[in-house]
């Protein structure tokens, strides 16, 4: 059986879409057969860090009937299979939820494990449903981590379970909430610290995830470990010795 999980926050801009490309493609590396989905179809942008330049056709030609969700598949870094949104003006109606929610269902049973980057906000209530899993990124502030409560709330009533809370771009500045306040304020356990890395723009700049592209960086190493701890297991991947950093910044450079 095929399971899902969505990457979901309160507030836009936090990161969902850069972990939910990253989780997908580390869970592929450790052997696993994985789709990623954006049901973003305001700010659609998962296709890029994938890697996908203009797909012809995507979701929204799912939601409007036209297409099945096999037709929208598109092959992606370490083979996951990436269903990127389409765009359109007017986002979501009530129809195309519908649409969206049998669109779930119909996805190939040989995938083990769909993400789903959801949109943010409200609109993520039409990609949560019952059996499904959530992962809710924050970033450590007080207004994330209060909309981070609200989307708890949200996932909990749709029939969703809230599998852990992962805080991104964490730099261990005093400003910044602790995890204890963090998780006391969502009540649920923060599953990942993902830090603050030039690691994440660079990759992007490139199309690629950084777990591809990076995959010794401390953020990478972090990503696997969350990839491995969703599935059950334990990995080990040693970090980055500094020839792997002072090569990251010559890349950089050269690019300039
Ligand atoms: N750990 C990080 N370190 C540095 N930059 C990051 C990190 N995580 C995300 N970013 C950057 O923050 C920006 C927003 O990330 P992203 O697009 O993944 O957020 P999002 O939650 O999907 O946003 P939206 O709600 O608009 O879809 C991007 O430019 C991304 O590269
Ligand atoms: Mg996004």
Redesign the pocket.
Known sequence: MTRYIVVA?GK????????AANIAVALAKLGKNVAVLDA?VV?A?LEIIMGIRNPPVALIDTLSGRLSIEDVLYEGPEGVKVIPAGITLDGFNERNMDMLKSALREIPRDIDILVI?AP?GRDAAMVMDEGQEVLI?TLPTVSSVSDALKMKILGERMGAKIIGVIV??VEGKPRELSLEDIENAIEAGVISI????EV??EA?AYETPFVTRFPKAK?SVEVFRLAASLIGRQIYVEEEGVLDRIKAWLTGLMRR
């Open positions: 926050s836009g801009g936090v990161g969902k879409t850069t972990l973003d700010m942008n980057d943010a990124v991104n771009r993902v830090e603050e890395s994440v723009k992007l953020v």
